[in-house]
């Protein structure tokens, strides 16, 4: 140090003080009393010694950066551990122009206090002057040289820094230390959340801002103090906060980013964090770009900073909580998602409410549609769901994840309607909500994969999402992997072959869709109960597909004008009911043909469903016509006649009459045909109690045995857990039967703990157990039942109870597990009527049992089956004449002509 300037000494008295840092290791600023007019700071210099100096970095008007005197920072630390932040009494001996040279003695008594000189001498770490006339301080400094102390030391040339002043690669040492707790010393307080720090012990000194917060910014006096007039408003009193209780104190630094040159962290201190401080006393508030870099979570300074908005405290005096409008009860709900808007919108049913909310506090991937010049940018045909990056991804990633699941919805806010200059709502009102999905907020998944990015507020906005924090650090996360939107070298592009509306296209591609059978597809619009616009994957192209085989009620519709056209009845009520099931739904398609307009036709099968089939059963549509030649026409035929004696829906004032109308006009048609002969070989698996018989074809032996194998070897891999399906009227399902093994069926009836079902691969019913039931894979739903239920022909039980019971037991004991040829002669009101011939030809089987007098002819015949039924009644009559079985007690026809056909 320089030498002491010869000035008159103060008066032998002791002044108090607190220190607020050292700048080497025989020199302090202490806080006490002012030679003149209020408190304020005072560089004392001790005097009677020397000690070593400290490095000082490369200054802004170019002085170059000096090095450490030997023991300099060995020094200054061990001053600084000694008195920094404590209480002092000090004595001025000299006066200078920047500095006072004097006496400093750690304590409150000078009788007992610690003279700081005396034991930097006892260490070594000061030179006493030439001139030194204390002889304690001589002789702590001759003990020190005995010891070989400090300066005095052998190796003391060696104790020099290497300190590294400015960081080339901030991003780099960040990467080293990842996240761990440093050692440092705070060096120097730029503002309230800024400082300069020592990394020790590499001595690397750092501009740290804190991470989360922002204090008003501190502009300096022409004397480097910081000025409050200059400043904004709380900012001197921010920065003497933290200057006050982090200057060179010992502290340790979590390195969580970096700004610039700058590096953004947390600071530690042993009384706490000193960025929650600055929050709760109102002298900071939080900043979305950094609190996601907290390493301990942004939670403890967002309620640090709420504390201080409720008491209004210095940055917060103007602060107004937000008034909600959002009633307790409609803070919180669970709904069923039932359509993907877009990235950041998804309509959610709630009881029979639905519901459009958005996702809070994020966007979904968008496309600048203008130039620097305002021009327009986007083609025409611009379809946003493909041609916009990422917005296809987005919008499957939530279609996968949640529709037609239920997730746990809390409303944040209601963003407010902003009205056009015209007065109507130019952007309309929005109800912003986080959205859960077993545990996983969907928002925060869809910024984690970069297909949407967060929204930025003003501090004093809490209109934002209840865990913005959580996609804040999603958002930190995916743009350091370059995820989705943050990649700019891999954007994804979509070309899709719309086919709508388009007749040529659509006559081009409906030769391969026929051949394709079943697709997969997604159903991107519903306009009606049985109009659809769907994707298909794997063709790239977007058609509109009818359903095939039903006549569905119309739905209210707007028309092109403006017009509403009035639906039918219940046309409403299907069209959110199909909505519901199908909209964004991965479907299957087969393409049966097309109309005109160049819309494709046929059926589509949603979670197995056939909906044609659906709809009907549910008295949304009735059967059209050309289903009889579908090969579905039968299901089609047996919902209706469900959905009609249940009167349900549209045939609520169903009475029957005008299908006797109906059958009668067939059965005319029926009965003049001629007779056609083409046999089919069936192997009959079941006679039912009526007469009735199931048969499979005997060509699709192998089809149903490698279902048997496929249905078994499924249930052997994954064995279902009894009890866990819930069945329901008329769904497929898998059953055990009597050996024990899965079969499918179909139930008919569900009553208590036992379930009445129909094993539609070979006609037989039982009633089973509920822990004899499965879930029945959609995979081995798609093949239509293998048995067919056939009447035989121009034959019937008689009435009498023993009668016909002796009839079944007969057809069962002739019929059961054979093989006979089979001949379709004609069809009634949905019914196959058939005749069955032994393989050989050489028996008709029916004809062998009215024979038998066990079966009745019946005599409602036409010309066409004259001649069969001639050798039924010349059979009958002959059991007639040997009083065999139903003729035992005479001719029992003659009381009943009139219901075999007599006189008519």
């Avoid at 700048?23 to 009677?48: K, Q, S």
């Avoid at 121009?794 to 009498?800: A, I, N, T």
């Amino acid at each position: 140090m320089a030498a002491e300037p010869t000035q008159q000494q103060t008066p032998d008295q002791y002044f108090k003080g607190i220190v607020k840092s050292v700048l080497d290791g025989g020199c302090v600023v202490i806080r006490g009393p002012p030679r003149n007019g209020p408190p304020a700071e005072r560089v004392i210099a001790l005097t009677n010694v020397d000690a070593p100096r400290i490095g000082r970095r490369q200054t802004a008007s170019g002085a170059a950066a000096t090095e450490d005197e030997p023991c300099a920072w060995e020094a200054r630390e061990f001053l600084r551990k000694m008195v920094v932040g404590r209480s002092v009494m000090f004595r001025v001996v000299n006066q200078a122009t920047t500095r006072e040279y004097g006496v400093i003695l750690l304590g409150d008594n000078p009788a007992t206090a610690a003279d700081v000189a005396l034991a930097l001498a006892e260490e070594g770490l000061v030179k006493c002057r030439d001139n030194c006339s204390d002889a304690p301080l001589l002789e702590a400094q001759e003990r020190a040289k005995g010891a070989k102390k400090g300066v005095w030391a052998d190796d003391a040339s060696t104790k020099v820094r290497k300190v590294t002043w400015d960081v080339e690669n901030t991003r780099e040492l960040v990467e080293r230390f990842k996240g761990k707790p440093i050692t440092g010393v705070i060096e120097h307080v730029r503002d309230g959340s800024t400082v300069r720090v020592m990394l020790l012990p590499d001595f690397i000194q750092i501009t740290l801002m804190l991470s989360g917060v922002r204090c008003p910014s501190t502009k300096l006096d022409a004397q480097g103090k910081p000025d409050a007039k200059l400043s904004e408003e709380y900012a001197c009193e921010a920065h003497f906060f933290t200057e006050s209780r982090l200057l060179q104190r010992e502290v340790e630094v979590i390195l969580e980013s970096s700004n610039n040159n700058n590096f953004v962290g947390s600071v530690m201190h042993p009384n706490g964090n000193i960025a929650e401080a600055l929050l709760k006393e109102g002298m900071a508030k939080c900043v979305d770009w950094s609190i996601a870099k907290v390493t301990a979570g942004p939670e403890k300074y967002r309620a640090a900073e709420k504390a201080a908005k409720d008491r209004r405290a210095r940055l917060w005096k103007n602060y107004k909580a937000p008034v909600s409008n959002i009633a307790d009860k409609d803070r919180e709900f669970t709904g069923k998602v039932v359509e993907i808007v877009n990235g950041d919108a998804i309509v959610v049913k709630v009881g029979k409410e639905f519901k459009k909310i958005h996702l809070a506090s994020i966007k979904p991937p968008k496309l600048e549609d203008k130039t620097e010049d305002g021009n327009r940018t986007r083609q025409k045909g611009f379809r946003p769901l493909y041609d916009i990056p990422f917005m296809f991804e987005a919008r499957e990633f939530l279609r996968k994840k949640v529709i037609g699941h239920n997730v746990q919805v809390t409303v944040d806010y209601v963003q407010a309607a902003r009205p056009a200059q015209g007065g109507d709502p130019d952007f309309p009102e929005k109800t912003c909500c986080t959205v859960v999905i077993g545990g996983v907020n969907i928002a925060e998944a869809l910024v984690s994969k970069g297909l949407a990015t967060v929204v930025r507020y003003a501090a004093d906005n809490d209109q934002r999402s209840s865990r913005y924090d959580e996609l804040m650090q999603a958002e930190d996360k995916a743009i350091k992997s370059l995820k989705g939107m943050h990649d700019k070298k891999n954007k994804p592009s979509h070309k899709v072959n719309d086919m709508t509306g388009n007749l040529t296209k659509c006559k081009t591609f409906l030769p391969s869709l026929q051949r394709a059978g079943k697709l997969t597809g997604v159903v991107e619009f519903v306009a009606s109960g049985s109009r659809f616009r769907v994707y298909i994957p794997k063709e790239t192209c977007v058609l509109t597909f009818l359903l095939g085989g039903i006549s569905c009620v119309r739905s209210t519709r707007t028309m092109p004008s403006g017009d509403v056209q009035k639906g039918e009845p219940f046309g409403d009520e299907c069209l959110l009911h199909v909505k519901e099931m199908t909209m964004q739904r991965e479907v299957e398609i087969e393409v049966e043909s097309m109309d005109k307009a160049g819309n494709f036709i046929g059926y589509l099968w949603v979670d197995g469903k056939n909906l044609s089939v659906h709809l009907v059963q549910e008295g949304f549509a009735s059967m059209h016509f050309t289903a009889e030649k579908s090969q579905y026409g039968n299901m089609i035929q047996n919902a209706q006649d469900s959905a009609k004696a249940a009167k349900t829906r549209i045939w609520a004032n169903y009475t029957g009459e005008e299908d006797k109308e109906e059958d009668a006009q067939d059965e005319k048609e029926v009965l003049n045909e001629e007779r056609k002969v083409s046999y089919e070989q069936i192997l009959v698996s079941e006679v039912t109690e009526d007469g009735k018989v199931y048969g499979c074809s005997v060509k699709d032996g192998p089809a149903l045995e490698k279902l048997m194998d496929n249905l078994r070897e499924e249930f052997r891999t994954n064995p279902p857990l009894a009890g866990a399906y819930q069945p329901r009227k008329i769904e497929m399902c898998a059953a055990k039967f009597v050996d024990n093994q899965w079969y499918r069926a179909k139930v008919e009836k569900v009553s208590g703990g036992d379930v009445n079902v129909l094993y539609v691969d070979y006609g037989n019913r039982a009633t089973i157990p509920r822990t004899n039931i499965a879930a029945l894979p959609a995979t081995l739903q798609q093949q239509q039942p293998f048995a067919r239920l056939y009447n035989l022909a121009l034959v019937s039980l008689p009435d009498d109870e023993e009668m016909r019971s002796l009839g079944v037991t007969e057809l069962r004991n002739d019929l059961l597990d054979q093989t006979f040829n089979m001949n379709v002669e004609y069809r009634l009101s949905g019914d196959t009527y058939v005749t069955l011939h032994t393989v050989e030809k050489k028996f008709d089987v029916a004809k062998c049992l009215v024979e038998d007098g066990l079966l009745m002819v019946d005599r409602k015949v036409g010309r066409k089956l004259a001649s069969l039924q001639k050798d039924y009644m010349e059979a009958q009559e002959k059991a007639k004449k040997a009083h065999l079985n139903i003729w035992r007690y005479g001719d029992i026809s003659a009381d009943d002509a009139k219901e075999f056909g007599a006189g008519k």
